[in-house]
């Protein structure tokens, strides 16, 4: 099972591993924190930031990181299931995984 699945369940401990393995690099917990608010914490978007997420551009000039990097942390934040990932044309939109978010706490919560 992945953290990707199955909303009610808790999740596997090495899936809680890996979620908890992302947010430990502070660059990644921030882009998390402000993809709660897309839109007061990015640039303005082509799409509706809100419904679509935030470009990988505007991540990286947030995080002052190069393109490579901020592509990496999101690359690691998509893994673990904490953010989804929209295509609107030749762009990749980054969204917070509010389900899969709600698991993580869920499973921490139980677990300690």
């Known amino acids: 099972m992945s953290i990707h699945e199955d909303t009610k369940a808790e999740l596997p ?7 908890l393995r992302a ?13 709660r608010d897309p839109v007061s914490n990015f640039e303005e978007q082509k799409v509706d ?6 470009c990988v ?3 990286r000039k947030r ?7 901020a592509s990496q942390f999101m690359a690691t934040l998509a893994d673990a299931g904490l953010v989804q990932t929209t295509r609107v044309g030749q762009w ?3 969204a917070r ?9 869920a499973t921490l919560d139980s677990a300690l």
């Open 57 to 59: 551009s505007s991540i």
């Open 97 to 105: 995984n509010e389900d899969a978010i709600e698991r993580l706490k």
């Open 23 to 35: 947010l430990s690099n502070p660059h990644r917990l921030a882009i998390l924190q402000w993809l």
């Open 63 to 69: 995080c002052e990181i190069s393109q490579s990097t």
């Open 13 to 19: 401990q090495d899936d809680m591993l890996v979620a």
């Open 92 to 94: 990749t939109y980054f």
């Open 49 to 54: 930031a809100t419904h679509f997420g935030v």
